[in-house]
């Protein structure tokens, strides 16, 4: 197995140490690689829109005008929550929130189990419902009445997101995991279900390829497949985070089309068939022909097979709640995100997302065949 060894960081802070992270040519076998009330008469007094955050506009530029959305507006319906009346209005943002490692204290990257077991917390009080990538792509989402979407993110697949045990010859995932805490936590809140995007690096080095490798963080090189695949079968998605966290401004485009072609060639290796429908751009860098970062493909000289990949949302690492997929800008190939990280607070977002303008939250109606508007 040929490898190099290059210097990259992990994610775009400045104070983020080095690490060095692994190539691997990997052979085939790898590679083949809400409370409601009843419906009241009121409206909420409209407030003045703020203006627009200034790294919205960056990390989601203004889309053409698409088609107008397949709901058709509905009649208005109001509920209250702990925080007070929330009107439905399914224009609104969504937060798609970017977990890096979840370890024993806050840093760069890393939030501490305390306080992912608290955001966690703090989203379903507040009203906030898990859904897929999927479901905002394809418009399905199917969201009780009063309640807000949240995308879940997890990126950079470290052992800490997702370990295993191993018990009496059995593998049982580690609680104190992310995959551990978010399950548990699922599991005390029925009216969540397991929903959210894994951003994965197959193949790069400190553990951060499928989960750990090598015996990193007690992790089994064999054990990834198990992993990758089990997180499809609790229902959540998968995502790809290139090969190995490549800065893809910095290669000609074939090597960015082998990045991203086998970054999705491993996904698939886990789970045969896998659509891959993301892409989180290593540091939200972009390659220099963005047309690379959505659709292209690498020829396996092992297999002797061309590599398509097609990207429909392309996520940054920073931005703020995205637009609704029911809001005519929404534009999921540059889709902004909330990173959760020592000195970044959730509750700042989610403050923000609760006063009228800008950011104002998305509210469903209860009712998929409508869309709310406000
Ligand atoms: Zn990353």
């Given at each position: 197995m040929a490898r190099r060894q290059l210097l990259i960081r992990y994610c775009t802070v400045r104070t983020t140490p080095r690490v060095s992270i692994l190539i691997q040519t990997m052979g085939a076998a790898v590679l083949v690689a809400s409370a409601l009330l009843p419906a009241t008469a009121h409206a909420r007094p409209r407030g003045i829109p703020r203006p627009e955050h200034p790294e919205r506009a960056k990390a989601q530029p203004a889309?053409?005008?698409?088609?107008?959305?397949?709901?058709?507006?509905?009649?208005?319906?109001?509920s209250t929550t702990p925080t007070g009346p929330r009107v439905p209005n399914e224009l609104g943002r969504i937060p798609i929130v970017e977990w890096h490692q979840v370890v024993a204290a806050d840093g760069t990257y890393k939030v501490s189990r305390e306080r992912f077991r608290a955001e966690l917390r703090e989203?379903?009080?507040?009203?906030?419902?898990?859904?897929?990538?999927?479901?905002?792509?394809d418009k399905t989402m199917d969201v009780p009445v009063g309640k807000t979407p949240?995308?879940?993110?997890?990126?950079d697949a470290s052992?800490?997101?997702?370990?295993?045990?191993?018990?009496?010859?059995?593998?049982?995932?580690?609680p104190t995991s992310a995959v551990g805490l978010l399950l548990d936590f699922i599991k005390g809140h029925p009216d969540w279900k397991a929903k959210g995007l894994f951003c994965l690096l197959p193949a790069a080095e400190?553990?951060?390829?499928?989960?750990?490798d090598k015996g990193i963080d007690g992790?089994?090189?064999?054990?990834?497949?198990?992993?990758?695949?089990?997180?499809?079968?609790?229902?959540?998605?998968?995502?790809n985070h290139t090969l190995w966290h490549a800065k893809l401004n910095k290669y000609s485009g074939a090597v960015v089309q082998e990045q991203l072609a086998r970054g999705a060639m491993a996904i698939d290796s886990a789970v045969p068939g896998y659509r891959v429908r993301g892409l989180a751009l290593p540091y939200g860098l972009w390659p220099k022909n963005r047309a690379l970062a959505f659709k292209g493909s690498?020829?396996?000289?092992?297999?002797?097979?061309?590599?398509h990949y097609h990207h429909e949302a392309v996520f940054q690492v920073s931005g703020g709640p995205a637009r609704s997929p029911f809001d005519p800008e929404f534009n999921p190939k540059s889709?902004?995100?909330v990173p959760l990280q020592g000195g970044t607070k959730l509750s700042t977002t989610l403050d923000q997302m609760d006063k009228p303008g800008a950011w104002a939250r998305y509210v469903s109606d209860g009712n998929r065949n409508t869309v709310a508007k406000p």
């Open positions: 889309a053409p005008n698409k088609a107008p959305p397949a709901k058709a507006p509905s009649a208005k319906v109001h989203l379903h009080a507040r009203g906030y419902v898990p859904v897929n990538l999927s479901e905002l792509l949240v995308l879940f993110t997890f990126d052992p800490s997101q997702f370990r295993y045990l191993e018990r009496n010859g059995t593998l049982v995932v580690d400190a553990g951060h390829a499928f989960f750990g992790q089994k090189t064999e054990w990834r497949f198990k992993k990758v695949q089990f997180l499809a079968q609790q229902g959540f998605e998968l995502c690498w020829y396996d000289t092992k297999s002797k097979r061309s590599m889709l902004p995100r």
